[in-house]
């Protein structure tokens, strides 16, 4: 049915707007006030029309003002078709001028309103096959309204001037709206009972229960508004009449046959179901289950909780919102997506349920949005907008304005073990990087460029991505001295660390043979050599990292390797740094190749005209570089090894009470510096949210002090705080997590090293920065990321050694191993394996 209102019965009103659209005149629009929820048409008509304003901008302002449709009579058709989208507009036509609708105007709307004195099915019908899948409605001129037999005829889509419809017993002149539904009806069950499916207003798509309704408990609905259902058992049945978990029914509706309805209702009380849960299928799930959980903390959130800082501190939400809606534009691939997505979600909601907006409201908004034909234009204000990027930029545009993003706190992401689930804590683990089978997949195109064309398309690469153009790619000695002219400052640091690492390295060096007899006769050994060529990745872009260059070139200068090839990104002058420069002649570096990314490492691998190929690939790198490392050692054209995986910078601190907020920040921060990938994470032990948020000051406060500011506002917004109760999950959950470098800032921190499993190199105590380690403490950083410490070792001297073994067994010694052998291979099938020994065993028989 479709009620006409011809009068204003605010009764009778909010009736209607449970069971069906309104078609209201436009005339009445001014002073109308619909009921919450309602749907309504527009009924448009000459005397309603403003002579001064073109039919097309009236339409569009009632469609835009939230008209489901707008109903024209065919003197308007003519100059809408084509303008508006069909399924927008109704044709009002009399059954006398049927035949004047021509073929283009009934493919403009979406059905006709059909005005006729009587109402006949037959010729309704038949106007309906013209009109083929559009909707017909018939407005019968009589004063009586159809009859519930006529109604049920199924052929015909009533509409119902207001007038005829009463709440009260129906009469020739007036039928009563629930008997006008009701008639649209049809069960086939025998106990003439209605499928009924419960949906939840609030949480749209959320099913509560499924129930039965008769044509009384309908009836009830309609008139009271409230949920009234048939139990098979007990009769009618009143929700909520003894617990108390009534429902408010908002719009009752027929399935596509009529023979089954949805009630979406407000449900009050603990919830539909008897277990006092708001669904019988389970609780709610996904946002609906934030909005509860979130209504839950806006009426009882602890004082100097997260949350209830959140609906405090205005600011703080404002700044998350905008931080969460960077990470999102930033995410690269699904799972990322997902994340950033969901953490946006969260503060979006706290941000709506702090302002009493439910996602009901929400959901309303964009229908209302939808329901609109007028559109703006969508471009991004101006302070959000960017510049258009060069063809073939690989750069991601910053997301907010330079004195939004400055203004913002430097904030990491915060989650609690105790309050997260399984699959959920899998996500903490993950790092925030691409997939390495994309990432390959990406530098495969750039490796097979070098492997094919040399010299030649490794100069295009370096002049396409570190945008230099050089002549020649590879300095070999002697460099000259203007090459490495750095400050006495600097060359003495160096020289400092260049002893500590040589000292720590020489140590781990294996320079004796290793000798054992096995059983008498039988002598088994094992002796190290050097690997002859190596190539050491040392990164550039962002930042100078002679450091590198030492923690590679020592232990390749201590290990005795022949050749030394050290890959560096060219400076914008296409030189490279002094300070880089001086640590290859202090490690006799052999030669230097002035390029960096995936581009170096095909280099490296497969050798051009001049860049000599390597046996083995060391050092850090960008997902670039670590992708290229992981295709090449995979290719058996290029006979090379690697380090490891090594790729973005990364650091877990396990932080308990007697931990300086600072002295944490600092280490933080120190990681986060090295580039916009790398990820920084703080494991706290029993740390309230006051705690937490001195050391969040700090990181804040520090991060604006440092001249990579920028760098860490965009590594840092990828990183982890996450809360654990004990020393034994903390360091559980960094044992999952293996971190590159861990740092311990805990009570008795040197007893908790005999617990850790997975890490590059730890660092115990308060006063051991992990900077010392990254430069001049003696220990190695070329460390395993990604996770990969679970399965490498950093770099060590033993990483430029191989292992040779070798055996020697005596006339004796065979002649008791040789049967033993002789039993195996032929165990095996292997005939000649026995035979070699036992040729040897009838020798030594004959002879004796």
Partial sequence: MLPLLDNTDDGLLIV???????????????????????SYYVLADDASADHHQPHLEQVTSWLDSGAEKVVVPLSW??????????????LLIDVENVSAVTDKLRGAVSGVLLKTPS????????????????????????????????????????????????VSDSSETQINVADAFLATLKSDRPDGLFPTVVSSWPHQGKSLGLVYSSTESIRESILTGKGVYQSRKHGLWRKGETSGATQD????????????????????????????????FGHLTGLSALEATLKSRLESAPEGSYTRRLFNDGDLLRSKIMEEAEELCNAQNKDDVAFEAADLLYFVLTRCVAAGVSLSDIEQSLDRKAKKVTRRPGNAKPQWSVPPQKPGSTQNPPVQPAEIS???????????????????????????????????????P?????????????????AKFDKVKLSSLVLRPPYSEESMAIDGEVSKAIDIAYANIRKFHEAQAERTTLVVETMPG??????????????????????????????????????????????TPPRADGTVSPEVMYVAKLVGASAILMAGGGQAIAALAYGTETVPKVDKIFGPGNQWVTAAKMLVQNDTDALVSIDMPAGPSEVLVIADHTANPAFVAADLLSQAEHGVDSQVVLVTVSLNDEQISKIEDEVDKQARELSRVDIVRESIKKSLIVKTATVEEAVAFSNDYAPEHLILHLDKAPKVVSAIDNAGSVFVGAYTPESCGDYASGT????????????????????????????????EGLQKLGPVVATLADCEGLQAHANAVRIRLRKRSSIE
């Fill in 16 to 38: 209607l707007a449970r069971i069906a659209p309104i078609l209201v005149p436009a005339l009445h629009l001014p002073s109308l006030s619909l009921p919450p929820h309602s």
């Fill in 522 to 567: 039988v002598q088994c050994s094992r002796f190290a050599r050097p690997i002859a060529r190596v190539g050491l990745y040392v990164p550039g872009g962002t930042a100078i990292l002679p450091s590198t260059a030492l923690m590679l070139g020592i232990p390749a200068q201590v290990a005795g390797c022949k050749e030394i090839v050290l890959a």
């Fill in 446 to 462: 750039i490796v097979d460029a070098v492997r094919k064309g040399g010299d030649t398309a490794l100069l295009e690469l370096t």
């Fill in 119 to 166: 109402v006949d099915p037959d010729l309704v019908s038949s106007i309906s096959r013209f009109f083929s899948g559009s909707d017909v409605y018939v407005l019968s001129t009589s004063s009586s309204p159809p009859s519930p037999s006529t109604i049920r005829d199924g052929r015909v889509k009533h509409v119902f001037p207001t007038a005829q419809l009463t």
């Fill in 249 to 280: 029914v908002v719009r009752i509706t027929l399935d596509c046959d009529a023979d089954s309805l949805e009630f979406s209702v407000v449900q009050h009380g603990a919830g539909f179901c008897h277990l006092e849960r708001m669904s019988c």
């Fill in 780 to 811: 190695n950083h070329t460390l395993p990321t990604n996770g990969y410490a679970r399965q490498f070792s950093g770099v060590n001297t033993q990483s430029f050694q191989k292992f040779i073994t070798s055996q020697e067994i005596t006339p």
């Fill in 406 to 444: 400055v203004n913002a706190l430097i904030r990491m992401r915060t989650a609690d073990l105790a309050l997260i689930l399984s699959s959920d804590r899998a996500e903490l683990l993950k790092r925030p990087v691409l997939k390495s089978d994309v990432m390959i997949s990406k530098v495969k």
């Fill in 77 to 90: 058709a003519t100059e809408l078709v084509g303008s508006l989208q069909a399924n927008r507009l109704l």
